[in-house]
């Protein structure tokens, strides 16, 4: 039904830096195609081939590259599942400074607020060469949208990496839809301002020269309105209860959209049955030891996860409570992410070291309280969302967490939610989550007292509330509504 929905709109394009097929390049020349990861990926995914849509990504790695030069215009279509998929080959020093110079080091940073900002930012020559590149960057995208797009057609064009595609597309092709996603908080606008005031103006710019510019909550679309309106002096419209519906700016409108990406529930309910997931599961609650609780967190070894103060938590967890002592285990997945840059490289260290810490404190002959995976593996997390008593997403912030989303779909026997209120997430979900301040350590591990005693009816009452919230607008739903938002517009 969602398919027949695409086919009656103009033909699409869709273009983001991750695409939903990644290359390993063998010693003996062989690739050998993969997955992409990622919320954005497994949204984008749902439509499926069938929907016609082109997608536009970047060759991430060597891998890929060399896949990108092989296939030319198309990669091959027994790699990706059927999709037609344009790989743009950039030459990899531009790639490396627009993907960890700016986008995943000054954007990221700045939706996140994870400057340290004693020592960081610093917006020096090396950051100028950067932008450069992340012009080019951009520029290389915009290109081929515009060669592929057909007359009238529409764009969706995703997250930070591509802000200024939606400008640079509107010279190059005036007729086409443009829409711009954002899968990250915006950042207010007093922390937006530490940008170089000629950045903010372009980023901000480059968004406005779409149609519509989407965003998961309300909050982050309304600091986006508020960041125009105070860097570029544009118009904010309103609804009537006060939330931004539109920016105009130069004589032209972007409408806002809220599309809070949901949880997959068909292809979780599905993919968590199968044998490979119910081994790890039995695989897992042998590990954890029969009878005792898990709380469980699966995560991007990122710096917005917050993973060193949930590990933090826990550790307050068993020294002001010890009757939990030798009766739960924390299970973690911290997944390597991002590894080309040295504070992702150290924050993995930093995880490993906390974890360690508390297991020679407090473990025992026969009880290790932190069990930590830092490899991925998507049934082994399944298999630790059905097992888990309590799941723990203590984001500082994030533009949804799909984790928090998951968890409830696929749990066994119902599961108590810890959450960041700076989760967008928190929004849709935080009647029935226990809703914690991220950075207080403290009030985290009270919640995860709290989690791991609550009646076990309340949290199956509880979990059977947030699976429907969680599922309430699934991925393809989520990618059509974006789709008819923008043909109005
Ligand atoms: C976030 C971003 C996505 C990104 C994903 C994984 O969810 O919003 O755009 O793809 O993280 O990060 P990576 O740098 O590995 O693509």
Known sequence: MVVDEIHRSAPIVLASNRGPVSYRLGEDGSLTAGRGGGGLVSGLSAIGPEAGAVWVCAALGEGDRVAARRAGRRLDAADTGGQPVRMLDVPAETFAAAYNGIANSVLWFAHHMLWQTPLEPSFDAEFRAQWAAYEAYNAAFAEAVAEEAAEGGCVLVQDYHLTLVPGMLRVLRPDLRIGHF?????????????????????????????????????????????????????????????????????????????????????????????????????????????????????????????????????????????????????????????????????????????????????????????????????????????????????????????????????????????????????????????????????????????ALSMDPAERERRTKRLAAAATALPPARWFVDQLAALQES
């Open 182 to 450: 954002s899968h990250t908080p915006w950042a207010p606008p007093d922390y937006y301002r530490l940008l170089p005031d000629d950045i903010a103006e372009q980023v901000l710019r480059g968004v406005l020269g779409g149609d519509r510019a989407g965003f998961l909550t309300h909050r982050w679309a309304d600091a986006f309105a508020a960041c125009c309106a105070a860097t570029l002096g544009a118009e904010v419209v309103r609804t009537a209860d006060g939330s931004a519906e539109a920016v105009r700016f130069e004589g032209r409108t972007t409408r806002l959209g809220v599309h809070g990406l949901g949880a997959d529930a068909d292809f979780l309910r599905e993919r968590s049955r199968r044998a490979d997931v119910d081994a790890w599961r039995a695989r897992l609650r042998e590990q954890v030891g029969p009878g005792r609780r898990t709380i469980v967190r699966v995560d991007r070894t990122e710096l917005s996860k917050n993973i060193v103060r949930g590990l933090r938590a826990f550790r307050r967890l068993l020294e002001e409570r010890p009757q939990w002592r030798g009766r739960v285990v924390h299970v973690a997945f911290a997944y390597p992410s991002r590894q080309d840059l040295a504070v992702y490289r150290d924050y993995m260290a930093e995880v490993g070291r906390t974890a360690q810490e508390i297991n020679a404190a407090f473990g025992t002959e026969d009880w290790q309280p932190v069990a930590l995976h830092l490899d991925d593996d998507f049934p082994r997390s399944l298999a630790a969302y059905r097992l888990a008593d309590v799941a723990l997403v203590n984001p500082i912030r994030d533009g949804m967490n799909l984790v928090a989303k998951e968890v409830p779909v696929v749990s066994d026997d119902g599961c108590a939610l810890v959450l960041s209120r700076e989760a967008g997430a928190a929004a849709e979900l935080g009647e029935d989550a226990l809703l914690v301040n991220p950075y207080d350590v403290e009030a985290t591990a009270r919640a995860l007292h709290e």
